[in-house]
């Protein structure tokens, strides 16, 4: 499609000609004609009338938006209309978790900002903990592909051109343990992820990571993090200071931190989840619907700090009304941030995600939040993707222009900004929903990985899968449904390589351990011979083949530190699948007399596991592969 720009174009024209990579439209002298204006009102107005198109905008970020729609509804209809928006919130864009190992390289990185404006996205946040340069500590980010201040500066650059708000998240409390763990900085640490307050080294660091985190940046925003932080004041803290309450100490330190923040003009924002937590009867429990917030916690906030209320867990709009109205107590209308789960799975949630994440958006429109993010989290070294979140992503961005959702017009906006039809990524859920998984589960559950790394000899889930023979046929049919959804000529077909591998894998693995121990008990010398020098080497095959799957999608859109976690997880999942097949040889020939992780009794993993409406959910790799000891917990300071 050809397209004449005409009207006050110019300062938008090269982010334009960007979005070229993106859909297939060229600018020329013989094409449509498409003036763009801006609008006196803060209404969007896109029409196509007697051959000629209009674009009337009130922010920039709007026209990318509106000349996607314009081109969509072209080839779609091509008759005459007129599109009217209006935007919701003040911001709305995702968090990109580039901590747990994986970090997005730029030029894959602009390639997700130019669909980001497509879809209408006016900001986005860099979760980064340690993965960016801060000159006087070079221990910081080290090996851990962190950017250097030139690469945030390129990205901020490409970003702005498309009215994309780049915001630094980052820590300034707690989830430092890939820093801290380093001897040269054992003096910053408290316990093993969480910095020691009121020391004057402590403020000395800080100062300096903030200086360098926001200097390539053009927002004046700061996200300055500080959830999760429990173990405040219960390590070298202890020792030194002696006993404080918490909330007295993270107080005292926020104070500190917004003075570095203050001289530096920033708007700060953080996540809200301590303050409710230590609020809570019970002191941890931030989703606590009784929970009272007292004058005497309202006055320990400062007037210029945006909370930042994180919740991916409920499906209903009244509890999320509930607790925004909570944060309210608190001095004002907090930010709400969602989450797409990408995160712990091989899988994305989208059963549990599209609920949770409906429900917090249409309560933060009755509440009037004006800031909304939808974070990406990587949680144990993020084995899944950003762009396998893009469906979940389009719906965030179609909740700004619009109060209720056309479900029709989402998918056909995520096939036009992603290339790929809706159908497509809800495949990816049921690498998770299986056999045993009851329809509509708002249950944690992540079968998809704990079936691939758990061990076969020691089974670690098998007892939860116990008498679900159908795992088998569901993962083979979802290996042939996503074959058949493939299109070779896609720029993201590639992301759909490893669910299809992973399912092939699954097909044949998610079982045998069952079968296995079956086949020992019996005494069925058949069985086992055949699961021994047929079944588990073709599971190998299958896993190398995934593994070269998973690899080539990683160097694709991540760089390349944090990939040898994952090839170490493979190599090891590999070595234990040879270690099985020669045991049981050993036991056939009677070389060895038993086998003595078969004569183990088979216990569940997750206590109350009849009690869920999953399978069970495990937070980490390792505790998949193995009840021992991978690593030697030191004391938490």
């Not at 960016?132 to 962190?146: A, I, L, Q, S």
């Not at 040879?578 to 060895?592: N, V």
Request: net charge negative; glycine share 6%.
């Amino acid at each position: 499609m050809q397209i004449t720009l005409k009207g006050n174009y110019q300062l938008f024209l090269p982010a334009l000609k960007e979005l070229q990579k993106e859909i297939d439209v060229m600018f020329s002298e013989s094409g449509i004609p498409l003036t763009i204006e801006k609008n006196t009102n803060a209404e969007t107005i896109i029409k196509y009338k007697n051959g000629e198109g209009f674009i009337y905008y009130n922010e920039p970020y709007h026209i990318f938006r509106a000349f996607g729609l314009f081109i969509q509804e072209l080839r779609e209809a091509s008759k005459d209309f007129v599109i009217n928006e209006s935007s919701c919130f003040r911001t709305i864009g995702p968090m990109f978790d580039l901590s747990r190992n994986a970090v997005m390289r730029v030029d894959e990185f602009k390639g997700m900002f130019r669909k980001l404006a497509l879809m209408g996205f006016n900001a986005a946040m860099l979760y980064m903990e340690d993965t960016y340069e801060v000159k006087d500590y070079p221990y910081f980010g080290y090996m851990r592909g962190r950017y250097s201040q030139q690469e945030l500066k390129a990205l901020d650059d490409y970003a702005y051109q498309f009215g994309i708000e780049l915001i630094p998240c980052i820590q300034t409390l707690a989830h430092l343990d890939e820093f801290l763990k380093w001897e040269t900085v054992s003096y910053l640490k408290d316990t093993r992820g969480v910095l020691l307050t009121e020391q004057e080294t402590t403020y000395e660091f800080l100062d300096k990571m903030i200086r360098a985190v926001t200097r390539p940046f053009r927002s004046k925003r700061l996200h300055i993090g500080m959830d999760e932080a429990e173990e405040l004041g219960r390590g070298m803290y202890l020792n030194k200071f002696g006993y404080q309450d918490r909330l007295d100490i993270m107080t005292q330190h926020l104070h500190r931190v917004t003075e570095i923040t203050n001289d530096l003009q920033l708007e700060v924002m953080m996540w809200s989840d301590m303050f409710i937590k230590l609020a809570s009867e019970s002191g941890d429990d931030q989703y606590d619907m009784s929970t009272e917030i007292s004058e005497e916690m309202q006055d320990k906030i400062p007037d210029n700090i945006t909370l930042m209320y994180w919740d991916y867990y409920h499906a209903k709009k009244e509890e999320y009304q509930m607790l925004i109205n909570k944060h309210k107590r608190l001095g004002s209308t907090p930010a709400v941030a969602g989450g797409i789960w990408v995160w712990n799975t091989f899988a994305t949630k989208y059963d549990l995600s599209l609920k949770t994440s409906e429900a917090a958006l249409q309560a933060s429109k009755e509440e009037g939040v004006q800031d909304v993010f939808v974070t990406l989290w990587g949680d144990d070294g993020y084995e899944n993707n950003f762009y396998s979140a893009m469906l979940g992503l389009q719906l965030y961005a179609e909740h700004q222009y619009a109060e209720t959702i056309d479900k029709s017009k989402w998918y056909k906006r995520t096939q036009f900004c992603t290339g790929v039809a809706a159908e497509k990524y809800l495949l990816l859920a049921d690498l998770d929903v299986i056999p045993g998984v009851e329809k509509d589960n708002m249950d944690q559950t992540n079968p998809s990985k704990f079936l691939l790394w758990q061990d076969v000899l020691i089974g670690l889930f098998d007892k939860q899968i116990e008498g679900l023979d159908e795992i088998a046929a569901h993962y083979e049919e979802l290996e042939q449904r996503i074959r058949q959804y493939r299109v070779s000529d896609e720029e993201l077909d590639f992301i759909w390589n490893v669910p299809e591998k992973l399912a092939a894998v699954l097909a044949k693995k998610a079982l045998v351990g069952v079968n296995l121990k079956e086949a020992y008990d019996q005494k069925d010398s058949l069985t086992l011979k055949e699961i021994s020098h047929e079944v588990l080497p073709e599971i190998i095959n299958r896993v190398k083949d995934l593994q070269s799957a998973h690899k080539k999608q990683w160097f694709t859109i991540n760089k390349p530190f944090g990939w040898e976690v994952i090839d170490i997880r493979y190599g090891g999942l590999i070595a234990r699948l040879q270690t099985a097949s020669e045991r049981i040889s050993d036991y056939l020939e009677g070389t060895i007399d038993t086998i003595d992780e078969l004569e183990q009794e088979r216990l569940p993993f997750n206590a109350n596991i009849e009690q869920s409406s999953g399978l069970g959910w495990s937070t980490y790799y390792y505790r998949m592969a193995s009840p021992n000891v991978f690593f030697h917990v030191l004391p938490i300071y």
